[in-house]
Nanobody, 121 residues
C-alpha cells in the first residue's frame, strides 16, 4: 500500500519560513520523480516544485523561485520543501506527489493527503 504523508504545515507570519516533509512508504522512493503542488480554496491545484530521481535536477513554478527549495533524501524516503519569505498568497493545502516520468507534471501516480499552510499578513 503506497502512502505519501506530508507534515510541517502550520500558521506563520508573512516573511516567515516552514519546512514541509513528505515521507513515502510502500514504494522505492528513488525510482520516482517527486514534486509539490498546492491548492487554495476555490482555485485549481497548481505545480510548485519538482525534483528528479537523484535530486540532481529541480524545477520550480515562477512564483516560488528564489524562495522555495525542494530536496530529497532517498535513504530516508523523504522529500522536503523549504519555504522561505512566505507571503499570504502562499496560503494553501500543499500536496506531495510521486511520478514515474521525468517530469512530475506529466503524470502523477500517487498523491499525499496534503498539509495546510497558512500565512498571515
Amino acid at each position: 500500500q503506497v502512502q505519501l504523508v506530508e507534515s510541517g504545515g502550520g500558521l506563520v507570519q508573512t516573511g516567515g519560513s516552514l519546512r514541509l516533509s513528505c515521507v513515502g512508504s510502500g514504494l522505492t522512493l528513488s525510482r520516482y520523480t517527486m514534486g509539490w503542488f498546492r491548492q487554495a480554496p476555490g482555485k485549481e491545484r497548481e505545480f510548485v516544485a519538482g525534483i528528479d530521481w537523484s535530486g540532481g535536477s529541480t524545477s520550480y513554478a515562477e512564483f516560488v523561485k528564489g524562495r522555495f527549495t525542494i530536496s530529497r533524501d532517498n535513504a530516508k524516503k523523504t522529500v522536503y520543501l523549504q519555504m522561505n519569505g512566505l507571503k499570504p498568497e502562499d496560503t494553501a493545502v500543499y500536496y506531495c506527489a510521486a511520478g514515474l516520468l521525468a517530469s512530475i507534471q506529466a503524470k502523477i501516480n500517487y498523491w499525499g493527503q496534503g498539509t495546510q499552510v497558512t500565512v498571515s499578513s
